[in-house]
Every structure is written in structure tokens, then in C-alpha cells.
């Protein structure tokens, strides 16, 4: 029997731990399939998706900086990724492909089981108004924060991303608003770099100010490239988390999605961080 594909398509790609973390759920729930790494010319996403498709793919991720090029290749999207208007997820039945996008409640399982920390009734600062932040505003909204702020580069970005969450908030009791990065004003229980600035190794791109003493900062990113903001946050009195349990969580959803099994992603976390520290 032939192994169903799977693949991450991304640019860059070559530090995503997604192969990994899928052949270890196909391992432990014995599920029988490939996952590889693709990377993408960034004017050449349509095509390698049909490229995919034609060689028998099942799946792919998505990951930077394509996930606003998603849903349009979609015959049906999910609600989730309807809201984020991004895709991390798709899946290919014949001549459907779902769109979905599993960041988000990856993003809130991960806070919630892994870190251990419940946001209702918090004050949340969101860095960032890109693919992935889109990702995770609507779950964050659901997890019932009393107050989350939207600080992006371009503000023109995160102002969308709030109006279009704007009925979300209103229904769960949700202040939401806006701001440029310099100008952040107060401080938060929760600080979460959604940007891409420790991807490329940028500044933390908010000043220590917006930290509450003892708080989560959680930045997107792990392995090496994460160091920086981790240090940064720990310097500032701060609980640092990168954000692999976040990468496992939302490939967990993924995989339930492709192949209606729901794998051990705590267990695959930890097994993850032992293999980068050994590997460190
Ligand atoms: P994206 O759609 O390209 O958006 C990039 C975001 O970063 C935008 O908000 C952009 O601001 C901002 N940005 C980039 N460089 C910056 C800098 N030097 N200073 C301040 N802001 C900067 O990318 P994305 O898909 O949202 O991904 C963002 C990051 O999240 C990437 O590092 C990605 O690897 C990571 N990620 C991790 C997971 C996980 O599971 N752990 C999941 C998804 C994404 P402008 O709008 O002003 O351009």
C-alpha cells in the first residue's frame, strides 16, 4: 500500500519542524502516510498546489507567506478560516479542497493545556496583523479575555483585522482595539508576537513597558531564531514561551482534519523539545 502524501509549503521552509512532528503522530496512532517540505517561488503558489494535487497529495500546510493565497484555491472554507480570511490547513477529496485554519485554537490549546494559563478576564496584547495573527484573533476572542490590543507595523492591517472581528468581540463581551507598535499604551497579562520580527532575526518589535511583571510572552517562533524575544521577556521579568507546543497543537488539529484521528500532542511535544535539546 502506497503512503497518502502530505507536505508543509512554505518560503522559507527549511526550519519547519512540521515533517517531524507528522511522521511522529502517523507513528504513534499508526496512521500510514508521508509528510516532506516544499519550498515554494513566492509568485509560484497556485502552481504547486495543482503541482501537489497531480502527484496524488492528500494535504498540505501553509505556512509564510502564503496563507492569504489559500482560500481562493478552496470549493469550501471553513468558518474559522472564513473570519481570518488565511489558510494554514488544506485538504484534497477528489475535486474539493477545504480550506481551514487550525493556528488559532493550536495558539489556545497551547496556552490553555500545555502552558497552563486561562485568559478570561485578561488583558492581551496581539503583535502583529499578518496570516498568522489573523489566525488566532477569533480563538483568542472565544477564550473570553476582558481586553485585546492589536499592534502591528501597519496599522492600516490591524485595524481591518479588528473590524472584521468586531461582531466576534461584541457577542463574547470582548473590548478590542488598536495601535502602532511605538505607540502601545498600558501593560498585559499576555504578550504575543505574532510578526515575523524574530524570523528574521529584527528587534522585539514593542518596548518592555507593555509587560506586566510575571507575564506570558509568547512569541510565534522556536528554536534559535526565538531566543532573542525569549531573552528579552525573561530580562523584563516575564514568563518566555516560543511557540512550538503552538506548532504541535495546530498540526494536531490538522491531522484530525486529513485523517479523523486525534494524536498525543502533549507526548509529541515533549518528545519534540527533547530532540532540539539534544540536538542544541
Ligand atoms: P505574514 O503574513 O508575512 O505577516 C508578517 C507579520 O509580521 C506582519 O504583521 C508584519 O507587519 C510583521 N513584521 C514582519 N517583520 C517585522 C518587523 N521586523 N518588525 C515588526 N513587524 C514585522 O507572516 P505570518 O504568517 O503572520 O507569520 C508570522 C510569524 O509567525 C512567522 O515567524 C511564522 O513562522 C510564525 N508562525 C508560527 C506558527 C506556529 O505554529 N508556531 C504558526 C504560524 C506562524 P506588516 O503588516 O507591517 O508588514
Known amino acids: ?45 497556485a502552481q504547486a498546489v495543482a503541482q501537489f494535487r497531480a502527484e496524488g497529495g492528500r494535504g498540505c500546510n501553509i505556512t509564510v507567506p502564503f496563507k492569504f493565497q489559500a482560500a481562493p484555491l478552496a470549493t469550501q472554507t471553513s468558518p474559522r478560516a472564513e473570519l481570518a480570511q488565511a489558510c494554514n490547513v488544506l485538504r484534497f477529496d477528489g475535486d474539493r479542497v477545504f480550506a481551514d485554519n487550525t493556528d488559532g485554537i493550536g495558539l489556545a490549546n497551547d496556552i490553555r493545556y500545555n502552558a497552563g494559563v486561562h485568559l478570561d478576564g485578561l488583558d492581551l496584547l496581539l503583535v502583529g496583523a499578518g496570516g498568522a495573527a489573523a489566525g488566532v484573533l477569533g480563538p483568542l476572542i472565544e477564550a473570553r479575555p476582558r481586553r485585546i490590543v492589536v499592534a502591528n507595523r501597519t496599522l492600516s492591517r490591524a485595524t481591518a483585522l479588528v473590524e472584521r472581528h468586531a461582531p466576534l468581540a ?18 498585559y497579562a499576555v504578550v504575543i ?47 518566555a514561551r516560543d511557540g512550538l507546543g503552538m506548532l504541535v497543537e495546530q498540526a494536531a488539529e490538522a491531522f484530525l482534519l486529513w485523517r479523523g484521528v486525534r494524536p498525543p500532542s502533549a507526548q509529541v511535544l515533549a518528545d519534540l523539545q527533547g530532540e532540539m535539546a539534544r540536538a542544541a
Not at 461584541?170 to 501593560?187: D, F, I, K, N
Not at 518592555?208 to 528579552?232: C, H, I, N, R, T
Request: charged content about 15%.
Open 1 to 45: 500500500m502506497t503512503a497518502d502524501l502530505y507536505c508543509v509549503m512554505g518560503n522559507p521552509v527549511e526550519h519547519s519542524k512540521s515533517p517531524w512532528i507528522h511522521a511522529r503522530f502517523a507513528e504513534l496512532t499508526g496512521q500510514h502516510l508521508q509528510y516532506g517540505k516544499r519550498l515554494i517561488a513566492l509568485d509560484g503558489f
Open 170 to 187: 461584541g457577542r463574547h463581551g470582548v473590548a478590542l482595539a488598536t495601535s502602532g507598535l511605538g505607540q502601545v499604551e498600558g501593560s
Open 193 to 239: 508576537n505574532a510578526t515575523a520580527s524574530s524570523m528574521s532575526g529584527a528587534e522585539v518589535p514593542v518596548p518592555a513597558s507593555v509587560l506586566k511583571p510575571g507575564a506570558l510572552a509568547y512569541d510565534f517562533m522556536y528554536g534559535p531564531a526565538a531566543e532573542g524575544f525569549m531573552q528579552w521577556a525573561r530580562d523584563h521579568g516575564a514568563v
